[in-house]
C-alpha cells in the first residue's frame, strides 16, 4: 500500500518554482490547455472535492501527489481564486487560445472593409471585458462603471486605431495593411489594461515580505505590474499577428494560415505570461 500523502503540500502556490522563467512557463501552460474546457462539470466538482479536502486536511486514502497537482490545476482552471465561484466558460484562461484563434484570424481576413474593421475590434474588447471581468480581483473588484469605462475606452481606441492607419496605409503595398489589426490591438490593450486596474494605480497593491506578512500597498508595485501585463498582452498577439501576416502574404495558403495561428496561440499565452514573475 503507498504510503499516506504528507498535508504539508502547499497547494495555493504554483507546482514549479516561479523564480525561473521555464518553472512560470510550466505552469501557464497547465493553466491555459485548452483541453480544460472539455471537462463535464462532475470533474470538475471531483476536482474541487479533492482540492478542499485537502486543505481542510482530509487525505483521501491512495491519494498521489500527482493527482493532487492534477486535481488542483483542474480547479484553478474553472473556479475563481478568491471568490471560489465557477468562471465564464469564454473567461477562463483555458480559452484564451480558441477564442484568440477565432477572433485573430477573422481580424486578419476581414480588414479591407470599414463595417468588419468596426466588427471584429469591437468582438475582441468584448472578449476582453469578459476576460477581465471572470478573472477580477477579489482583492480589488471591478466596478461595473470601471468595467464600462475600461470596455468603451478600449474599444472606441482600437477602432480609431485601426480606422486611422487603414486610411493612412490604403495605398501602401498590402503587407502593410496587414499589421493594422496589431496596432490595434496594440493600442487598445494600453488603455483597457490601466483602465481595468486603475483603482490599483490610485490605492496600490499588496507588498508583503519573505513570508506573506503583508506590509501596506505600493502604487509603485501597481504602476510596474500593469506595464509588464501590457507588454504580455501585446506579445500574446505579436506572434500571430505579426509574423503570420509576413508568411501568408509572401506563401498564401489557407493550410499556412490554419497551421500558424494556433501554433503561434498555443506557445506565444503561456510563455507571454511567463516573461515576469507575478511575485517579487
Known amino acids: 500500500?503507498?504510503?499516506?500523502?504528507?498535508?504539508?503540500?502547499?497547494?495555493?502556490?504554483?507546482?514549479?518554482?516561479?523564480?525561473?522563467?521555464?518553472?512560470?512557463a510550466k505552469h501557464f501552460f497547465m493553466v491555459t490547455d485548452p483541453r480544460n474546457l472539455?471537462?463535464?462539470?462532475?470533474?470538475?466538482?471531483?476536482?474541487?472535492?479533492?482540492?478542499?479536502?485537502y486543505r481542510a486536511g482530509k487525505i483521501p486514502p491512495g491519494l498521489t501527489e500527482d493527482q493532487l497537482w492534477k486535481a488542483k490545476y483542474i480547479y484553478d482552471s474553472a473556479f475563481h481564486p478568491d471568490?471560489?465561484?465557477?468562471?465564464l466558460l469564454v473567461g477562463r484562461m483555458s480559452a484564451q487560445v480558441p477564442m484568440n484563434m477565432t477572433i485573430t484570424g477573422c481580424m486578419l481576413t476581414f480588414y479591407r472593409t470599414t463595417p468588419a474593421v468596426l466588427f471584429w475590434q469591437w468582438v475582441n474588447q468584448?472578449?476582453?471585458?469578459?476576460?477581465?471581468?471572470?478573472?477580477?480581483?477579489?482583492?480589488?473588484?471591478?466596478?461595473?462603471?470601471q468595467l464600462g469605462t475600461a470596455y468603451v475606452s478600449a474599444t472606441t481606441g482600437a477602432v480609431v486605431t485601426a480606422l486611422g492607419l487603414k486610411s493612412l496605409t490604403k495605398h501602401l503595398p498590402a503587407i502593410i495593411g496587414r499589421y493594422v489589426p496589431f496596432a490595434a490591438v496594440a493600442a487598445a490593450n494600453c488603455i483597457n489594461i490601466p483602465l481595468m486596474r486603475q483603482r490599483e494605480l490610485k490605492l496600490g497593491i499588496p507588498v508583503t515580505d519573505e513570508?506573506?506578512?503583508?506590509?501596506g500597498e505600493s502604487t509603485a508595485a501597481a504602476q510596474k505590474a500593469i506595464?509588464?501585463?501590457?507588454?504580455?498582452?501585446?506579445?500574446?498577439?505579436?506572434?500571430?499577428?505579426?509574423?503570420?501576416?509576413?508568411?501568408?502574404?509572401?506563401?498564401?495558403?489557407?493550410?499556412?494560415?490554419?497551421v500558424c495561428f494556433p501554433c503561434s496561440l498555443v506557445f506565444a499565452t503561456p510563455l507571454c505570461c511567463a516573461l515576469f514573475p507575478q511575485k517579487r
Open 1 to 24: 500500500m503507498p504510503p499516506s500523502l504528507p498535508a504539508t503540500i502547499n497547494i495555493r502556490e504554483p507546482r514549479w518554482d516561479q523564480s525561473t522563467f521555464q518553472g512560470r
Open 38 to 53: 472539455l471537462l463535464s462539470g462532475a470533474v470538475l466538482e471531483e476536482a474541487r472535492r479533492v482540492v478542499e479536502d
Open 83 to 87: 471568490t471560489g465561484e465557477k468562471m
Open 126 to 145: 468584448s472578449f476582453n471585458a469578459v476576460v477581465n471581468y471572470t478573472n477580477r480581483s477579489g482583492d480589488a473588484p471591478i466596478t461595473p462603471s
Open 211 to 215: 513570508n506573506g506578512n503583508r506590509l
Open 227 to 258: 506595464f509588464q501585463v501590457v507588454v504580455s498582452r501585446i506579445g500574446m498577439a505579436a506572434p500571430a499577428m505579426g509574423e503570420c501576416p509576413l508568411t501568408v502574404c509572401v506563401i498564401y495558403t489557407a493550410p499556412l494560415l490554419s
